[in-house]
């Protein structure tokens, strides 16, 4: 094995100093290299065997504040980069990142002390609907049955056999008097607000529900009437539960 000494190390020390290895072409060379490495990568992921044609997913930034524009990268990178990792990639790399928002959902009592303690609810169209629903249908329940009352409602906008809204919903119906969903809807009777504690209440659960609220009450439920009638479709449907002077029914395959 040779011996280093003095006299041979100055001459590989001058090859390999600072000024040498970051020359204009070293730098050139290496960024090469790294796009070469990166234009391997992407076409290894695309074209491996059995490989998923799909989208890449890009985890969320530490910093939801910083962002890169697509195009000022390319621009820098060069447009062999661009091009080897092709543009819908590269793009989808270098886009600004917008974080996902937490989805809370509403932690729920069904007692009256519960409700009482939630701020006024306001609300768009949705909830106005609701709100008017739970005040007409079930404004004398207890919180519980309201909820109750409020999942079958919610349950049917979710259905594919029902409209898609919470008033298209509600307001299904013929146009004639008692032909309708809810009573309150067609009754022929205005629908005035006289009991504005009560409406501030059921706006509140309306809220709730709107915003996520579960719904565990009545197992899906898109049908309930009271004790006082017996509709002929309540014995052709499974009944799931029975709250306050409402039953409940859940339509097959709703």
């Given at each position: ?31 090469g ?7 391997l ?31 000022v ?43 009482d ?16 629903a ?19 409602i ?85 009944q ?15």
């Amino acid at each position: 094995m040779p011996t280093l000494n003095a006299a041979t190390a100055q001459p590989i020390a001058r090859q390999f100093t600072p000024a040498s290895l970051f020359t204009p072409a070293s730098l050139r060379r290496a960024f090469g290299a790294t796009v070469l490495c990166a234009q391997l990568l992407a076409g290894a992921i695309a074209f491996a065997p059995g490989a998923a044609q799909a989208d890449v997913t890009v985890s969320a930034s530490n910093d939801p504040n910083i962002s890169i524009d697509a195009g000022v990268a390319a621009e820098g990178l060069g447009n062999d980069m661009s091009r080897g990792l092709g543009t819908s990639l590269f793009r989808r790399i270098f886009q600004p990142l917008t974080p996902e928002a937490d989805v809370q959902v509403p932690v729920v009592a069904y007692t009256r002390a519960f409700i009482d303690a939630q701020p006024i609810a306001t609300g768009d169209a949705q909830w106005e609907c609701l709100t008017q629903a739970l005040y007409f249908e079930a404004r004398g329940e207890s919180v519980k049955g309201q909820f109750a009352v409020a999942e079958v409602i919610l349950n049917r906008a979710s259905s594919a056999k029902f409209p898609a809204t919470v008033c298209k919903v509600i307001n299904q119906g013929t146009g004639k008097k008692y032909q309708c969903q809810f009573t309150y809807t067609c009754d022929g009777l205005a629908e005035k607000v006289n009991e504005r504690a009560a409406w501030e209440r059921v706006g509140k659960v309306a809220r709730l529900m709107l915003d996520g609220a579960p719904r565990v009450l009545t197992d899906g439920a898109t049908h309930y009437h009271t004790r006082a009638v017996n509709p002929r479709w309540s014995r052709q449907f499974a009944q799931t539960a029975t709250i306050g002077v409402h039953l409940f029914y859940r339509m097959p395959q709703a």
